[in-house]
């Protein structure tokens, strides 16, 4: 450890894992963070790590660690959350854990043992709410591309006869295709006790996983294994108590299922705190109201987890002899809200339902296309095409590359429906 000494380790990995998918900017409260969750061996051995997912000899080669030294290493920091592991093609890879989804969520799901959940709810929340900057960095220039979007509830959705509900958009779908299942606790839900502001009283035991998800989870003790009924009574629990479904903002393979209330969820909190409405992408659907049928009761607006409901008087309706609870409708922000149906559960009229948007929304087709297109947005995709940190002719390309993809012009030309495709084509053609 004696090369860690006299350097600042800890700047290094900030500066590291802001070159992620997620934008991490430095300041204290995120240098106290890191120095709380990593150690100074850990610290070095991830600003020497690659960018992408790669074997146990790659990043033995790259970081000049053996490999009997590196595995335990490498499976102790999967067990805090530090180190993503995956298994592909008979062999573990290893990625850095960004910050979402990644070392927040696996730190606050944390149990058992001496851990600092309280201090690591502060330091989280310090960091993430202390001032904007960074939600700005993520969202503040319109970026479209979050790690999450909202499901609707489909019993909500209007029925007619043009609009297609497709298997991506259902949670019943989701559940379906999956044969394993888990849950753990829930990261927001547990940050919020420790700091005295969780308003719901839900179990924290509530953060849903399938498939590969839910094996990682699982093999790490993040999360405990569910059979597909208990799955199931979860989802049906979040319906009765209004809380919003989110997933994977991806179209296939999705690995969780968030059940998320506007008190506990750092996303809904962050839209109600930044205005960014891409902090948690809405699904394909917006809610509508008749106004006829619409009482004027409220629910809906009670319901709303980011407030994107204002109840408003009705015109021309008489103060005076029209019953209270009629003389108001409610009115929807267009721009916040999730499609979640959450306020159309509680429409005793149904007056208020989900319709299909006239704007497409942008929701990539799996893991690889998110990742990709969440790093074009944040100005980091040089880093996963050229990944080895510790290579200066890298070091160059990157460089090069980064300032390219940093114009606007490139950017909101690969961003677009006509070129993404073929981007994306391209870039999977070339791994």
Not at 328 to 337: D, R, V
Request: net charge neutral; aromatic share 8%.
């Amino acid at each position: 450890m004696g090369h860690i000494i006299g350097k600042d380790i800890y700047r290094q990995l900030g500066q590291k894992v802001d070159n992620t998918t997620v934008r991490m900017p430095w300041s204290e409260p995120l240098h106290e963070l890191l120095k709380s969750l990593y150690s100074l061996a850990e610290a070095d051995l991830i600003v020497r790590m690659p960018y992408r997912p790669s074997s146990l000899q790659r990043i033995s080669k790259i970081t000049g660690i053996n490999q009997k030294q590196l595995q335990p290493m490498l499976e102790d920091m999967c067990f805090k959350g530090l180190v993503c592991d995956m298994w592909e093609k008979d062999e573990y890879l290893y990625m850095i854990s960004p910050f979402v989804i990644g070392f927040f969520e696996f730190t606050m799901m944390r149990t058992g043992g001496n851990l600092d959940s309280k201090k690591w709810a502060e330091l989280f929340q310090s960091y993430m709410f202390g001032d904007r900057s960074f939600i700005d960095a993520n969202f503040g220039d319109g970026q479209q591309i979050s790690v999450m979007r909202a499901l609707p509830y489909e019993e909500t959705i209007r029925d007619v006869d043009h609009v297609e509900i497709l298997d991506y958009e259902k949670a019943s779908a989701l559940i379906e295709r999956q044969n394993l299942f888990a849950v753990g606790l829930c990261s927001c839900r547990h940050e919020k006790m420790h700091l005295g502001k969780q308003g719901c009283d839900v179990p924290l035991e509530t953060c849903t996983s399938m498939g590969d998800a839910a094996q990682f989870l699982i093999r790490n003790k993040f999360a405990r294994e569910i059979s597909r009924s208990e799955m199931l009574d979860i989802l049906a629990r979040s319906k009765e108590m209004g809380f919003t479904l989110s997933t994977d903002n991806v179209k296939q393979n999705a690995g969780f299922i968030c059940h998320c209330c506007g008190c506990c969820c750092n996303l809904m909190q962050g839209i109600k705190y930044s205005g960014y409405p891409g902090m948690l992408v809405s699904s394909s659907f917006i809610a509508k109201c008749d106004l006829e049928e619409c009482n004027g009761c409220g629910l809906c607006a009670k319901a709303c987890p980011i407030d994107a409901i204002t109840m408003l008087e009705k015109a021309g309706v008489d103060s005076v002899t029209a019953p209270a609870k009629n003389r108001k409708y409610a009115e929807i922000n267009n721009k916040l809200c999730l499609g979640c149906g959450v306020c159309a559960l509680k429409c005793e009229t149904r007056a208020l339902q989900m319709e299909k948007r006239e704007q497409k929304v942008i929701h990539p087709e799996d893991s690889f296309e998110r990742v990709i297109l969440q790093s074009l947005e944040r100005g980091t995709l040089q880093n996963l095409i050229f990944d080895n940190p510790n290579s200066r002719s890298e070091s160059f390309m990157r460089a090069v590359v980064g300032g390219f993809l940093k114009l606007s012009p490139v950017k909101k030309g690969l961003m677009s429906e006509a070129l993404r495709s073929r981007f994306l084509g391209a870039i999977r053609d070339k791994n």
